[in-house]
């Protein structure tokens, strides 16, 4: 399957496929920093804060910046090793795992926080349900889900995620609190490589309460 301007098996789907990705090209998400949506809501952001499907770590490294308590996982070890590395450089203390995103539901610990910026879109059908059963299981009541998805263009991988399926995902113990469309930024070296691939694109991005206690607040 054609990656931008590469060609690579199961991309975006395995674990196999996520490791080419960063082995072999620049990730268009891999932009070292958190996508917008995340910057305009990080006053509604309280620690503990998991970072699911972390990547090189950019939305953990903010959010561990401005004084919170973050742990990253992501199930590919290289991308860990970049966030662990620019943590090291940055004197961030962040507890970044090489983690499988479907074992959330196995978890210990509790957040108050979670970030997803590009991973739910991910999965669909059973995965997709056993994968929102983990982040009930790993979020407070009164926690919030922070969500950055595709949205539902025919273009994109999967069909992308329509409104539907996103309320769907979310109906039982959950509240959609917020759910609007928003501009991504892509890694420019991705955009030097395959020009236009996500122009004029739009991703959904939504604030999800876990039901069960008032909104959990710093
Ligand atoms: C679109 S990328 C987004 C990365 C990062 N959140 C960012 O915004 O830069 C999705 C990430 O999810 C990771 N991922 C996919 N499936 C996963 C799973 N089951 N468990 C943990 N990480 C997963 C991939 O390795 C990849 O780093």
Redesign the pocket.
Known sequence: MKFGSKSIENV????EG??K??AETN?????GR??PPFVAVADQVVSPVL?????????SLYFASLGHTVTG????EE?IGRARAKAAARDLAIDFQV?????LGEWDERFASV?????F???AGD?RKR?VRGLAHVLKPGGRLFL?SFNDDPDWPGGGVSRQALYEAFADGWEIESLELADGEVNPAFEAESPGHFAGKKMWFAVIRRKGAPALVG
Request: with cysteine; aromatic share 16%; net charge negative.
């Open positions: 975006g789907t395995t674990r996520f490791t990705i960063y990730p268009p998400w891999d932009i958190p996508q970072d699911s499907g972390c990547g090189t770590g950019g939305t996982i992501d199930f590919v991308a983690k499988d995103a479907m074992t970030i997803d910026s590009g991973l879109h991910i999965y995965e994968y950055f």
